[in-house]
């Protein structure tokens, strides 16, 4: 007994990053070998142990909804609803101009790499344009306002909590400061309870952080398994070139934003690996939230009355890295079909690709479904059996790959946006960083 109690203190006491990146490497490793092996070997490894990613990624996913609620309620009983307002414009237009700069990135990557061309890839009847219909913007924003939140919150539909709970903390904020007394004393009450109930949630989610690195193992062990020996072969290059895009947006982009508001790149990655790491393998950043909410509190001294507000909302509509990929991809798909993008279709992609990663969903996949809305507004729609079908069908096929990537730049950006809007305000709890 005493010797197991030993084993486990040695996995507990040595750091988690440590260990969530042992996970990673050592999935790779597993997925690469197991994919360039025997097929039905790669398939009973996948089936088997599929159970262990899958315990991760529900443990989150049971977690989200409860630190979204119990955070942004406490968050926006807190702050002044004048402040609020500033906060939501400010944290919108960062989130904007990020998204249009990872598209333009991403552009001026696919002009370097040139991926597809010369492909010249041509239809065929048993190419499946495996799309589905993205949704239309103005649904999106009409979507926001809950019919019945009881059933937002049992679906998990971010934005309608987002909407109820700030609703819900501001009236808490104003029955602070109302006449009655009792009125006053119920309020402070409750907001002390939303306020422990969120703490509450975050140590929940320290302990799933415990679980990380064996969920983080098989899932990227199945990822490598399945999808790894496709994009070493001739999707090389698309997959290089998301990834040297991905790379330059956080050295130079975030790095850049950073420096501009004077705060240490290399802290805000100290402080920010584990959801990094975390989006990387779930490809999620709504599985993600829970992390995203706790390390940037925790870690990077963001005030609940600001992160519990803005992550949610950045996890919902701010991908920088589906930005960067939609803009890559386009290319891709026009040189591969003979068409290379002409510079008026490629400002086309710009802003459609910025307006579509506002409408992807933070799961897995979800900025695959957006690209077909991007080609169809530079004409090259999506039939089953032409060439463009074939193109994105060979996307989709290492889109498990790029996603790692760009989920992880979702939820980075997410975080540099906060950080900074935090400090703008002088809310920022720079003692934090300096513990990094
Ligand atoms: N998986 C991404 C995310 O959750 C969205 C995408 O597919 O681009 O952020």
């Not at 007394?181 to 309020?187: D, F, M, P, W």
Request: proline share 4%; aromatic share 8%; glycine share 10%.
């Amino acid at each position: 007994m005493s010797e197991q109690k030993g084993m486990l203190d040695w996995y507990f006491k040595s750091s988690l990053l440590m260990r969530i990146l042992i996970g990673l490497v050592a999935g790779a490793v597993v997925g690469i070998v197991l994919g360039y092996g025997d097929p039905a070997t790669s398939k009973a490894f996948v089936t088997n142990t599929s159970f262990f990613g899958d315990l991760f990624i529900r443990l989150l996913k049971m977690i989200i909804v409860p630190v979204i609620l119990f955070s942004l309620i406490a968050g926006s009983a807190s702050i002044a609803p004048s402040r609020l307002g500033r906060v939501g414009i400010k944290i919108i237009a960062f989130y904007m101009i990020t998204s249009a700069i990872s598209v333009a990135i991403g552009l001026i990557f696919a002009h370097l790499f040139s991926p597809g061309e010369g492909m010249n890839l041509v239809g065929s009847a048993d190419a499946k344009a495996a799309a589905r219909v993205p949704p239309k913007v103005i649904d999106v924003l009409l979507n926001i306002v809950p019919t019945n939140p009881a059933e937002s919150l049992a679906k998990g539909d971010v934005l309608p909590i987002i909407f109820f709970a700030m609703l819900f903390g501001l009236s808490i904020s104003f029955l602070k400061d109302a006449k009655d007394e009792t009125l006053v004393k119920g309020a402070e009450i409750l907001h002390n309870v939303v306020n422990a109930a969120a703490e509450t949630m975050y140590k929940i989610v320290n302990w799933i952080m415990q679980y990380a690195p064996i969920g983080v193992f098989f899932l990227i062990a199945k990822v490598f398994a399945e999808q790894g020996p496709r994009a070493f072969g001739p999707l090389l290059i698309i997959t290089l070139c998301a990834y040297l895009a991905y790379i330059v947006l956080i050295l130079l982009g975030y790095g850049g934003f950073l420096a501009a508001y004077r705060l240490s790149f290399v802290k805000f990655m100290k402080g920010a690996n584990e959801a990094m790491i975390t989006a990387f393998v779930t490809r999620s950043s709504s599985g993600t939230l829970p992390v995203t909410m706790r390390v940037s509190e925790e870690k990077l001294g963001v005030p609940r009355s600001i992160g519990a507000f803005t992550l949610p909302l950045g996890a919902t509509i701010n991908m920088n890295g589906t930005a960067i990929y939609l803009g890559i991809c386009a290319m891709f798909i026009g040189n591969a079909v003979g068409h290379p993008l002409t510079i008026d279709q490629q400002m086309v992609v710009v802003l459609t690709a910025t307006l579509a990663a506002i409408g992807t969903a933070g799961v897995p996949g979800a900025g695959a479904i957006m690209l077909v809305m991007v080609l169809e507004s530079i004409g090259l729609k999506l039939e089953t059996g032409t060439a463009i079908a074939v193109g994105y069908a060979m996307i989709l096929g290492i889109d498990a790959l790029l996603d790692m990537g760009r989920t992880c730049l979702n939820v980075t950006g997410d975080m540099v946006c906060t950080a900074i809007v935090a400090k703008t305000e002088g809310e920022l709890d720079e003692s934090k960083w300096a513990e990094l």
